[in-house]
């Protein structure tokens, strides 16, 4: 198993670990976080997307050590993995990004004093050979495109303060308004506040931390990006797996920090601008657009057998074959969660009773239904109801 | 008496450890033979440090003024200590001019299994755009030290303008000498600043200080505090927390070994528990600089050396005598009769 670690000990070096982790692991690579790494406070849906990596690592067997961010490791980050006792590790690997000769000598240096070893220590501008959104640490892997669904899927990310103007929402509401997109907004937990206690509580709206970097990448057609700062870690990972993926990303940052090298388009400034733009300049093209991203030498410097070549980690499975579907194997599954659910949970069965293709169907209830679904001959997952730890 | 002579040192003063205890030494050791002055230099790498006390009082003591970040320096010769304190800088902006550059190579080039310590060929880069001189030497600290250098040398190209040192310009060591115990018991310690380089695993540290010892006393060992590394048969004392010929008095054996991926480049705290009367187990590159004043050995291999001493105390005093008559060759003396000759080697300044 591969034991993800960053080099930052904190929530920052901690999301990053995730994000790598699902990647690694879309990737076929059995991957684990150690369990001591996590930190005090974890956001609701970290805790589900960490939950399928976290093991205590004195009970699973560690062939690798695979360390990102590795030009900033913490003393913390270096006392826990020494404590680790990685003597019987095959091998310890370190990713950073390092602005001179310097900084990579100290933190092969410093792993290596610290783990009574060396370290292989890759340098990420070298296997990119084109300089990274400043955000990001962890690295991306290519996923298969997805057909393309009749109108294109639009992911905007508003930062919260960016609400604050009054004028903002009501642009997104025609945005939404309009024929020419499915519209998804991305933004923070105080941005989601804002929405929901206005009038335009109807947009579909997501925190951008509440799925992860690939699944949002599987259901945009086209993203743009609002904000003053550079990107975070999750927006950065699902940038590129968007370029990966042959779509279109639109930077309207202030900072513009995903046009140094990606092929990322120069958007407005102006949210107002944004739909003219889009159907103007973006629409008409996408297909284009996505040929030329995905095809691009900035996007097939980042993909994760650049990694496996680098460290000589054996390939395993195939990319994508864990993670996507096609049309043709999608499944449905009912959600009957209001009140108790017994009422719904019943009219549900009704439903799935008159569709075709029993096999691909299934249920997600609470315990008290789980019965009554099982009854009907459904397969039904029970859920855990939301508790005070939620 | 002094002379004539010209003699700059360049450095950044607010380096700690040993390399300032030689420094402060070699300040007192030359002082009158040549006319000193002391330049110093704010490296991003000391940034917010303090001017090492060490430093200070020797500089006090000699009514030596420091000028900080002069933009020319010229004397006869010019010694800077410690290139490394330039590896975070850019360009240097000071100008050197000398007939002879003397760069004092207090770290290693290279870690065991040929590894880069630092950016060394930066650090030698920015001196040479910096430096005009008749002669630039890289002089060792040690014979360990010196074969780092030259394997780092010998795969590198660019730096043919640079000597090597015949002699090494080892740490001035001239501790107070103590009598040895004539009656050792098996009390070990270490001491050393908390950073990982300087301790090896714990499975070697567990062979180097057994439960079986009367006494285990650790220096720095800040970080083996933790619940998953404590032992309740160390003594963990925090770095410059307690005076050092305390520490010595609670100990008769000093067992001193690394990270495997780390060397000292002279080893001052050897020097010191030579000094203090004390025997020295060490591993066999470092004990290479002490010519076998130090005993070279294997963490595994320590308590039957200490076993061996204790069996024989009268061996444990007469290897302590000879290993502290050899630290004469690190004395001021031994000093001044190799470098000082060197320094004082130039045709005279212009009146």
């Not at chain 2, 640079?162 to 501790?175: M, Y």
């Not at chain 2, 714990?202 to 010892?213: R, S, V």
């Amino acid at each position: 198993m591969i034991l993800v670690e960053a080099g930052s000990d904190d929530d920052r070096g901690f999301d990053a670990k995730i994000v790598f982790s699902a990647q690694l692991a879309a990737h076929g690579h059995a991957v684990v976080i150690d369990e001591n790494s996590l930190p005090a406070m974890l956001h609701r849906n970290q805790k589900y997307e960490v939950a399928p990596y976290l093991a205590n690592i004195a009970d699973v067997s560690i062939s690798r050590v695979l360390l990102i961010g590795a030009e900033d490791i913490s003393d913390a980050t270096l006392m826990r993995l020494r404590a680790c006792n990685l003597a019987d590790v095959a091998a310890i690997s370190a990713i950073g990004d390092f602005p001179d000769h310097q900084s990579l000598l100290g933190a092969r240096a410093r792993l290596a004093y610290a783990l009574g070893r060396e370290p292989q220590v890759v340098n990420l501008s070298d296997l990119h050979k084109i300089g990274l959104p400043k955000a990001s640490i962890a690295t991306q892997i290519r996923i298969p495109p997805p057909e393309r669904p009749p109108l294109p899927t639009l992911f905007l990310f508003v930062p919260g303060e960016r609400l604050d103007d009054p004028a903002t929402l009501p642009i997104l509401a025609a945005i939404d308004d309009g024929s020419a997109f499915r519209l998804t907004i991305l933004t923070d937990r105080k941005g989601k506040e804002k929405i929901k206690e206005s009038r335009f509580a109807g947009l579909s709206l997501l925190g951008y931390a509440e799925l992860g970097p690939m699944t949002l990448a599987r259901s945009a057609d086209i993203a743009v990006f609002y904000g003053e700062d550079t990107l975070n870690e999750r927006m950065s990972a699902f940038a590129v797996e968007l370029f990966a993926a042959g779509k279109t990303v639109i930077d309207c940052t202030s900072t513009k920090s995903l046009l140094t090298d990606a092929p990322a388009l120069r958007g407005p400034d102006d949210l107002d601008a944004l739909p003219d733009y889009l159907n103007r300049s973006v629409v008409p093209n996408l297909e284009e657009l996505g040929i030329h991203a995905q095809n691009s030498r900035w996007t097939a410097s980042r993909s994760i057998e650049r990694i496996e070549e680098a460290f000589g980690i054996p390939q395993s499975g195939h990319p994508g074959t864990t993670v996507m579907e096609t049309r043709d194997e999608a499944r449905t599954i009912f959600f009957p969660t209001n009140g108790n659910g017994l009422g719904h949970a019943q009219r549900c069965t009704l439903i799935a009773a008159e569709m075709d293709a029993a096999e691909r169907i299934g249920f997600a209830a609470y315990p008290s239904c789980v019965g009554l679904i099982r009854g009907k001959g459904f397969a039904c997952l029970p859920l855990v109801p939301k508790s005070v730890d939620h | 008496m002094t002379g004539h002579l010209t003699l700059a040192y360049i450095i950044d003063p607010r380096f700690q450890g040993g390399t300032s205890a030689a420094v402060a030494r070699e300040f007192r050791a030359l002082h009158d033979l040549a006319h000193i002055r002391v330049h110093a230099v704010t490296s991003r790498m000391f940034r917010g440090k303090e001017v090492a006390p060490v430093l200070q009082n020797a500089l006090d003591d000699l009514g030596i003024p420091v000028v900080w970040d002069a933009p020319h320096v010229s004397a006869d010769t010019v010694v800077l200590h410690n290139p490394a304190f330039l590896k975070f800088d850019p360009p240097f902006a000071m100008r050197i001019f000398a007939r002879n550059f003397i760069v004092v190579t207090h770290e290693n080039f290279l870690r065991p299994g040929g590894y880069e310590a630092f950016d060394a060929g930066h650090c030698l880069k920015l001196l040479d755009s910096a430096c005009l001189a008749l002669r630039k030497t890289l002089a060792p600290v040690s014979s360990h030290n010196r074969t780092t250098i030259a394997d780092w040398l010998a795969t590198r190209s660019g730096f043919d303008n640079w000597s090597l040192l015949d002699t090494d310009w080892h740490n001035i060591c001239d501790f107070p000498i103590l009598t040895p115990t004539p009656a050792p018991l098996d009390r070990r310690g270490r001491h050393s600043r908390p950073g990982f380089e300087k301790f090896p695993s714990l499975e070697q540290l567990d062979a180097c200080f057994p439960e079986h010892a009367i006494a285990n006393v650790i220096v720095g060992g800040d970080a083996f505090r933790h619940e998953s590394t404590h032992r309740l048969h160390w003594t963990l004392v925090p770095f410059q927390s307690i005076e050092i010929d305390k520490y010595f008095e609670m100990i008769d054996f000093m067992v001193y070994f690394t990270a495997p991926t780390w060397r000292e480049s002279f080893g001052r705290v050897l020097a010191e528990g030579i000094a203090a009367g004390k025997v020295v187990i060490s591993d066999p590159d470092t004990a290479s600089v002490f010519d076998g004043a130090v005993i070279p050995s294997r963490p595994a291999e320590v308590t039957a050396v200490i076993s061996h001493f204790i069996n024989h105390p009268k061996r444990y005093a007469e290897h302590v005598l000879a290993a502290q008559a050899k630290l004469a060759v690190f004395s001021a003396d031994a000093f001044r009769a190799t470098h000082g000759a060197m320094i004082g080697d130039l045709p005279e300044a212009a009146a």
